[in-house]
């Protein structure tokens, strides 16, 4: 559709730190939310359901020096991530390596951080560098499971992002379509 529409499509190599980024965003998050429940967790424990709970207690556990490794991470990634995208009108990605999990899916996976990273991979990694980002409809598989994509901009890209995922909702209807349920 992009092509269609005039945009000239160039493959490019992600920096090597995307992979290990989706694996710190999990820590890194699990910080942030403890933080942001500090005056009532672990207090109010009970109230909280179970992966929300366990994810705060992660945060709890991590050392500053693990801090201050996945922060010096993040930067790392931070850094090679705007390079790539100073030098690219926009990139497309997944959003995920699969198509939308089930819920069925989801509570089989499990909630270890290897396949929370896993399911994260393609998102998590411009969570953490702050590239703004927009999640479209692309398809769907054969057996009818939606599947998404990203456009992802440059610092304060956020007008191009819109505009292009604007564009590409008025050239396609994938948009309209809905899973049979």
């Not at 991470?73 to 990139?91: F, K, P, Q, V």
């Not at 479209?136 to 598989?141: D, F, H, I, N």
């Not at 054969?142 to 994509?149: H, L």
């Amino acid at each position: 559709v992009f092509g269609k529409l005039g945009a000239e499509l160039v493959e490019v190599t992600l920096p090597s730190s995307f992979e290990q980024g989706a694996r710190d965003w999990v820590a890194l998050c699990a910080v942030e939310t403890a933080l942001a429940h500090e005056a009532t967790f672990p207090s109010r424990a009970s109230e909280y359901g179970p992966v929300l709970a366990a994810l705060i207690e992660m945060g709890r556990r991590l050392s500053a020096v693990d801090y201050a490794r996945l922060d010096g991470r993040r930067a790392a990634l931070t850094g090679s991530l705007g390079i790539l995208l100073s030098s690219l009108d926009l990139l497309l990605m997944p959003v995920m390596g699969t198509a939308v999990w089930t819920i069925g899916g989801l509570e089989r996976a499990g909630r270890d951080p290897e396949t929370v990273a896993a399911r994260l991979r393609y998102t998590a990694p411009f969570d953490m560098s702050g590239h703004p980002t927009l999640t479209l409809p692309g398809g769907m598989t054969a057996d009818g499971v939606p599947v998404g994509f990203q456009i992802v901009g440059d610092w304060f890209g956020e007008a191009a992002v819109f505009a292009a995922g604007h564009a590409y909702q008025q050239a396609s209807d994938w948009h309209r379509k809905r899973p049979a349920l």
